[in-house]
């Protein structure tokens, strides 16, 4: 007589799973470097379209409302904010450590964290001290911000944001600078200047982390793709 | 205790289930060996995220699903694999019982075996199946009473409800 159906499939899992192959972990570590190298190898082969985009990009920000809150158009509950056409520069320098949210690297940070109450980003050298506080905006309370810690996936110096409405309303895409993605669902940092009036005052984005062009830049230069923003 | 260590006892800890997982999913022991490679190099490639979530192993079994899922990518994937890594390593044969269970999987739907799987061999609750594969908890029950309806025809026995009285997946 046959099992149940249900003693069959518990078997098959104990089955197969005897038959799964295991591998060197270190392999598969290996494995994951390479995706990672592949992965800037393409960045920089896009660099030269990047110029191209960002250029129409800014013709768009123009058009727009550029005093609107977040993403800096007209976006309605319920909008989606896509990036299209990344247009990544080459990671600065050598592909100094491969490592996956190492501490930050470069000109003695230590940690970077952004307290959305305050609406500022603190920056802190080797020694704990505080090296910079840059005055930020986030999400708003109905387009909150992630929190947590994330990291930081790539570093693009120009993209191109593109908003579609459900029921084809309104949509627009814009030119945005200096921006660092971060990984883990966690939100986008980049330049907002036409947030100005609210960094370090109020929360006014849908959910990406905004400031100033120069500050914008200067977290750009020092942060590495792999470096850790705690967001809270 | 290094990241690697944390990676490596992550990987040997949980790669037999998730392999078995997907092998059920899929339907083919060589392409499921694959993703979940390839699901686990990704995973190291954004360890510090993934060691965090709550749930790292279904994090690497729905990559590699979806990896699967598109299958150009998974054919070009497949050639770079087996130039880095050779072939297959050595599979021992799966049972007679396995291998017409895998088949009979194969031939039902693939939303009622996604959830068949999940909960059956990787042990879910109904809630965290429909969490995973974005469907309510309704849904979910239903392809999981009509995958098992549909594999009991397949595999040519009554289904378990005549046998065992009404199968409760509350």
Redesign the interface.
């Known amino acids: 007589m046959?099992d149940?159906?249900?003693e069959?499939?518990?078997?098959?899992?104990?089955?197969?799973?005897?038959?799964?192959?295991?591998?060197s972990?270190?392999?598969?570590?290996s494995?994951?470097?390479?995706?990672?190298a592949a992965h800037r190898r393409r960045m920089v082969a896009m660099t030269a379209t990047g110029a191209a985009v960002a250029v129409i990009g800014v013709g768009s920000l123009v058009a727009f409302r550029p005093d609107s809150g977040g993403h800096a158009g007209p976006v309605g509950p319920g909008s989606t904010v896509t990036p299209t056409a990344p247009a990544p520069t080459a990671p600065s320098g050598p592909p100094s450590h491969t490592?996956?949210?190492a501490p930050p690297t470069k000109a003695g940070i230590s940690t970077v964290v952004v307290d959305l109450k305050k609406d500022t980003m603190t920056v802190y050298g080797k020694d704990q001290k505080v090296l910079k506080t840059i005055p930020v905006t986030g999400g708003t309370a109905t387009h909150p911000t992630r929190v947590g810690?994330?990291?930081v996936?790539s570093k693009q110096q120009h993209m191109t944001l593109s908003t579609t409405m459900p029921q084809g309303g309104d949509s627009y895409s814009i030119a945005i600078d200096w921006v660092l993605q971060l990984?883990?669902g966690g939100p986008q940092v980049y330049a907002m200047p036409w947030n100005s009036s609210k960094f370090g005052q109020i929360n006014g984005t849908h959910g990406d982390v905004g400031m100033s062009t120069a500050d914008a830049e200067w977290l750009y230069d020092q942060l590495e793709t792999g470096d850790?923003i705690t967001i809270r | 205790m290094s990241?690697?260590q944390d990676?490596?006892e992550f990987?040997?800890g949980s790669?037999?289930?998730v392999?078995?997982?997907l092998?059920?999913l899929l339907g083919d022991?060589g392409e499921a060996?694959d993703a979940v490679?390839?699901a686990?190099?990704?995973?190291?490639?954004?360890?510090?995220?993934v060691s965090?979530m709550d749930d790292p192993v279904g994090w690497v079994r729905v990559v590699a699903y979806r990896i699967k899922v598109s299958s150009w990518r998974s054919a070009m994937r497949r050639t770079v694999a087996h130039r880095?890594?050779g072939p297959?390593?050595?599979?021992?044969?799966?049972?007679p019982?396995?291998v017409a269970?895998?088949a009979a999987l194969r031939q039902i739907p693939e939303a009622q075996r996604r959830a068949?799987v999940l909960f059956?061999?990787a042990g879910l609750t109904v809630e965290q199946v429909a969490a995973e594969v974005g469907s309510p908890v309704g849904t979910v029950k239903a392809r999981l009473s009509r995958g098992?309806a549909a594999?009991?025809q397949v595999?040519g026995?009554p289904?378990?409800e005549d046998?065992?009285g009404n199968?409760s997946y509350a």
């Open positions: 046959h149940t159906l249900d069959r499939l518990a078997q098959l899992g104990g089955s197969l799973e005897d038959a799964a192959a295991v591998r972990p270190s392999l598969v570590r494995r994951g470097e390479q995706i990672r490592a996956v949210g810690t994330f990291t996936a990984d883990g850790g | 990241r690697e990676f490596d990987y040997l790669v037999r289930k392999t078995a997982q092998v059920a022991a060996d490679q390839e686990y190099a990704r995973a190291w490639q954004r360890w510090d995220s965090r880095r890594h297959p390593a050595d599979v021992p044969d799966m049972s019982d396995s269970l895998v068949i059956h061999l098992r594999l009991a595999l026995e289904a378990d046998v065992k199968h």
